[in-house]
């Protein structure tokens, strides 16, 4: 399947106006973190290099055709000294699939503090997918056959008291990827899809549901590679009414905290008809 070099490929058409490439998949419907990382590229592409990534929030509106290539339009909302905002809208044969807000900032001193990463299993002492015999491991490390996934057993997730469904899954990008942190940030924001909403099954493993992404939102907090290990340990606090609400923290190995995600998906039963 399609490296995150090609899912990430966008194509200029207008000072803010992008193509973003579709790309070979098994899926229906088009993945929601490369549109998110589509959307992100075209507009890291308005602003000026002294800006980093430090936010975006993003809303799914309808079903992407991966047969398909994606427009996004760019609308340069602010300019400023320390921050720069974008807005991004997916369009697909004339209607809006997507749309997200990103933030950007120079960076300032300040205080400095974070949560401790959990006590895991190291990735080394957990199964490569590729070796998983289950079909849904198997249909899945064909589809992200160039991630480097493994989710630690619910015996061994450190869980803590009060939270009702956790999940841990260590993950990396397989090859070297460029040293540009920027990628690395487009490249984590296609990442932070895979999983997450994973997260609310766990208490519900035999419950067939029908699944996808709502809204995401992601906040960027410290410099990471893609292509080293990272944990993200997710947790669902809540589910009801066909929805539920996850969210991710995301440590590299040395234990800090570099990013964090919240993401509400559609979680619905299977209808009987």
Known sequence: MATIEEALEIERLERDIFRGASTKTQLA???????????????VRTVEPAYQVHSLHGYFLRPGNPQESTVYLVERIRDGRSFCTRRVTGVQSGEAIFTMSASFHVGDDGPEHQDEMPEVPPPHELPDARTAMSAEALWAMREWEHWDTRTIPQEQVAHKTGLVAQQQVWFRYRHALPDD????????????????????????????????????????????????????????????????????????QEGRLVAAVVQEGLIRKLRED
């Open 29 to 43: 419907r088009t993945f929601g973190g490369q549109v998110a990382g589509q959307a992100l590229v075209s507009a």
């Open 181 to 252: 942190p920027l990628f690395h940030v487009c490249t984590l924001a296609y990442m932070s899809d895979m999983t997450l909403l994973g997260s609310s099954k766990v208490i519900h493993p035999d419950e067939p549901t029908q699944n996808a992404s709502l809204d995401h939102a992601m906040w960027f907090l410290r410099p990471f590679r893609a292509d080293d290990w990272l944990l993200y340990d997710q947790a669902s606090p809540s589910a009801g009414f066909g929805r539920a609400l996850t969210g991710g923290r995301i440590f590299n």
